[in-house]
């Protein structure tokens, strides 16, 4: 009974293992990956992909799934001899993407492997060592590469495109050995990995202060949600955010945190990295100066947008002074002003209890970082529909200049079903103390 009992135990372990399974079959030094358990592991995203479609048909995921790494996760590619069940991804690295998925029918997949390199040019044999038997095709970014391999002892399918195709293909194959150590080995990302159980997660590299996020996913055709941790040095939110009452008139964007040290280092690089695209090096010096103490300080911080001016989108180098943008922190540095004139003024003030941000000038604070009532230390939303009215007001004229405002008129035309189709994107977090832990919702309607 002993002997029955853990078989059990095990056997219900394995079935919940959910997608951090895959992480085994993914190399160490990958950009990002999408993690998989088995073919039902895409099935939620394939009724959110499907909802995407219906809204913005130029999105359907398959094709552009199919020209990257061969079969599409999404629609059951049965011609191409996966397995129903087991470990897969699709993985990210130095520019080229790829996939690891395990076999039922190896014949099958050689002949559709074949028939997707040719769309390509003709196939060749490569050198991608321990492998052999590569077959690549085409050249610079139009390069595909695969093969089918035994990979921790079963058979795999190994496919990539890209310029650096034929490496990351190396990489798949020895995934879990020494050459190439596993994703689910990197201590960093170890308790992250740990808590995803459902069946499809996202896994993504940044740099400090962001290290990474890891984020179970689920979809179906009324949205998608994530939620996981992001991975910071320190924790990223603290406390609780400021209350609703500071996001009054912010019809496009607000968000509200109560900030940890990891949290403040964050904001200091956004700010930088906002000014540096708005204004020239002369002009962004005093500003910049006073941002960067006031984002070392902050505690707790609003950022909010009531919209943006259309008529400055179609020109590349005003677009970004478009989005009406203001930000209130506290508590405040040392007492300062500093302005600086583009298309419209954009000034930076720290008074006695805060600091605030604002293109165009707010003539006092827009919003209060004190006001009580928030619930998480993270309450943040984007109002999909209010970004689409702004790009309604684009004409053909504007697209006539071409560049960005050609770009944007097409944008337009392209994604403007699906902004209306969507309500607003909702994100929430609680402070952790290896970052934070997040949830975000993409409800479509």
Same mark, same amino acid.
């Given at each position: 009974?002993?002997?029955?009992?853990?078989?059990?135990?095990?056997?219900?372990?394995?079935?919940?293992?959910?997608?951090?399974?895959?992480?085994?079959?993914?190399?160490?030094?990958?950009?990002?990956?999408?993690?998989?358990?088995? /073919?039902?592991?895409?099935?939620?995203?394939? /009724?959110?992909?499907?909802?995407?479609?219906?809204?913005?048909?130029?999105?359907?995921?398959?094709?552009?799934?199919? $020209?990257?790494?061969?079969?599409?996760?999404?629609?059951?590619?049965?011609?191409?001899?996966?397995?129903?069940?087991?470990?897969?991804?699709?993985?990210?690295?130095?520019?080229?993407?790829?996939? =690891?998925?395990?076999?039922?029918? %190896?014949?099958?997949?050689?002949?559709?492997?074949?028939?997707?390199?040719?769309?390509?040019?003709? *196939?060749?044999?490569?050198?991608?060592?321990?492998?052999?038997?590569?077959?690549?095709?085409?050249?610079?970014?139009?390069?595909?590469?695969?093969?089918?391999?035994?990979?921790?002892?079963?058979?795999?399918? &190994?496919? *990539?495109?890209?310029?650096?195709?034929? *490496?990351?293909?190396?990489?798949?194959?020895?995934?879990?050995?020494?050459?190439?150590?596993?994703?689910?080995?990197?201590?960093?990302?170890?308790?992250?990995?740990?808590?995803?159980?459902?069946?499809?997660?996202?896994?993504?590299?940044?740099?400090?202060?962001?290290?990474?996020?890891?984020?179970?996913?689920?979809?179906?055709?009324?949205?998608?949600?994530?939620?996981?941790?992001?991975? %910071?040095?320190?924790?990223?939110?603290?406390?609780?955010?400021?209350? @609703?009452?500071?996001?009054?008139?912010?019809?496009?964007?607000?968000?509200?945190?109560?900030?940890?040290?990891?949290?403040?280092?964050?904001?200091?690089?956004? $700010?930088?990295?906002?000014?540096?695209?708005?204004?020239?090096?002369?002009?962004?010096?005093?500003?910049?100066?006073? /941002?960067?103490?006031?984002?070392?300080?902050?505690?707790?911080?609003?950022?909010?947008?009531?919209?943006?001016?259309?008529?400055? &989108?179609?020109?590349?180098?005003?677009?970004?002074?478009?989005?009406?943008?203001?930000?209130?922190?506290? @508590?405040?540095?040392?007492?300062?002003?500093?302005?600086?004139?583009?298309?419209?003024?954009?000034?930076?003030?720290?008074?006695?209890?805060?600091?605030?941000?604002? =293109?165009?000038?707010?003539?006092?604070?827009?919003?209060?970082?004190?006001?009580?009532?928030?619930?998480? *230390?993270?309450? $943040?939303?984007?109002?999909?529909?209010? $970004?689409?009215?702004?790009?309604?007001?684009?004409?053909?004229?504007?697209?006539?200049?071409?560049?960005?405002?050609?770009?944007?008129?097409?944008?337009?035309?392209?994604?403007?079903?699906?902004?209306?189709?969507?309500?607003?994107?909702?994100?929430?977090?609680?402070?952790?103390?290896?970052?934070?832990?997040?949830?975000?919702?993409? @409800?479509?309607?």
């Amino acid at each position: 009974m002993r002997v029955i009992a853990l078989a059990l135990l095990c056997a219900a372990a394995a079935s919940n293992a959910g997608a951090r399974s895959a992480a085994a079959f993914v190399p160490a030094r990958a950009d990002a990956a999408l993690l998989l358990d088995g /073919a039902q592991g895409a099935a939620g995203l394939r /009724a959110f992909f499907d909802g995407v479609a219906q809204r913005a048909p130029a999105l359907e995921a398959g094709p552009r799934m199919a $020209a990257l790494v061969g079969p599409d996760l999404l629609n059951h590619p049965l011609g191409w001899g996966l397995a129903p069940s087991g470990a897969r991804a699709i993985v990210l690295a130095n520019g080229a993407a790829g996939l =690891t998925a395990p076999l039922r029918d %190896a014949k099958a997949a050689r002949a559709a492997l074949r028939s997707w390199l040719a769309e390509s040019g003709t *196939a060749r044999p490569v050198r991608a060592p321990p492998l052999r038997g590569v077959l690549a095709a085409g050249e610079g970014r139009r390069t595909r590469v695969g093969a089918v391999a035994a990979v921790a002892g079963g058979p795999r399918l &190994l496919t *990539a495109s890209g310029s650096n195709a034929i *490496a990351l293909v190396s990489m798949l194959a020895q995934a879990g050995t020494r050459a190439a150590a596993p994703l689910s080995s990197d201590r960093v990302l170890a308790s992250a990995l740990a808590r995803l159980t459902e069946p499809a997660a996202v896994v993504a590299r940044g740099s400090d202060p962001l290290r990474a996020a890891v984020l179970s996913l689920e979809g179906s055709a009324r949205g998608l949600s994530a939620r996981g941790l992001l991975l %910071a040095p320190a924790p990223l939110l603290a406390g609780v955010a400021p209350g @609703p009452t500071a996001c009054a008139g912010a019809s496009l964007l607000c968000l509200r945190a109560g900030l940890g040290p990891s949290g403040r280092e964050a904001l200091v690089f956004a $700010a930088r990295a906002y000014l540096g695209a708005l204004l020239p090096p002369a002009a962004r010096q005093p500003p910049d100066r006073l /941002a960067q103490r006031a984002a070392a300080t902050a505690e707790r911080v609003v950022v909010r947008s009531d919209g943006a001016d259309s008529r400055l &989108l179609s020109s590349e180098g005003e677009a970004l002074w478009a989005l009406r943008l203001q930000a209130v922190t506290a @508590p405040p540095p040392a007492e300062g002003a500093a302005d600086a004139q583009g298309p419209r003024l954009l000034c930076v003030r720290a008074e006695a209890t805060m600091a605030w941000f604002g =293109t165009p000038c707010p003539a006092a604070a827009p919003a209060d970082p004190g006001a009580s009532g928030g619930t998480s *230390a993270l309450e $943040a939303q984007l109002d999909l529909g209010a $970004a689409d009215a702004v790009l309604q007001k684009l004409t053909p004229l504007d697209a006539l200049h071409g560049g960005l405002g050609a770009a944007l008129y097409a944008g337009r035309l392209t994604l403007g079903g699906l902004l209306r189709g969507s309500g607003p994107v909702v994100v929430t977090g609680r402070p952790h103390p290896a970052g934070a832990e997040v949830e975000l919702r993409w @409800p479509l309607r």
